[in-house]
Nanobody, 118 residues
């Protein structure tokens, strides 16, 4: 499985971005999709998770602002980010694994930079 994250960029506080994670094949029908982020000088943090059964989980700091989802074909995952804050600035990574959203997931995409700034 290969994953490719995209959609990052520079956005002002309060703005929105949607990250995409393209998978090689319809693996997301069976695998979870997770989103992690790492800011400079900080540890990697799990942000959002969508299990294969549709259950979703979020870190407290993004609840109500971020939404994790996938397309019907099961080959692309998304992270919709609204009301962005400066503390959301980080490199964002997507992951996929049959075990769920785990830091040691089998499959990782290359990161995409999100910068929230005026």
């Amino acid at each position: 499985v290969q994953l490719q994250a995209s959609g990052g960029g520079l956005v002002q506080p309060g703005g929105s971005l949607r990250l995409s994670c393209a998978a090689s094949g319809s693996v997301l029908d069976y695998y979870a999709i997770g989103w992690f982020r790492q800011a400079p000088g900080k540890e990697r943090e799990g942000v959002a998770c969508r299990l294969a059964d549709g259950s979703t989980y979020y870190v407290d700091s993004v609840k109500g602002r971020f939404t994790v989802d996938r397309n019907v074909a099961g080959n692309t995952g998304y992270l919709q980010m609204n009301s962005l804050k400066s503390e959301d600035t980080a490199v964002y990574y997507c992951t996929s694994d049959h075990r769920g959203c785990t830091p040691d997931a089998d499959y990782w995409g290359k990161g995409t930079q999100v910068t929230v700034s005026n």
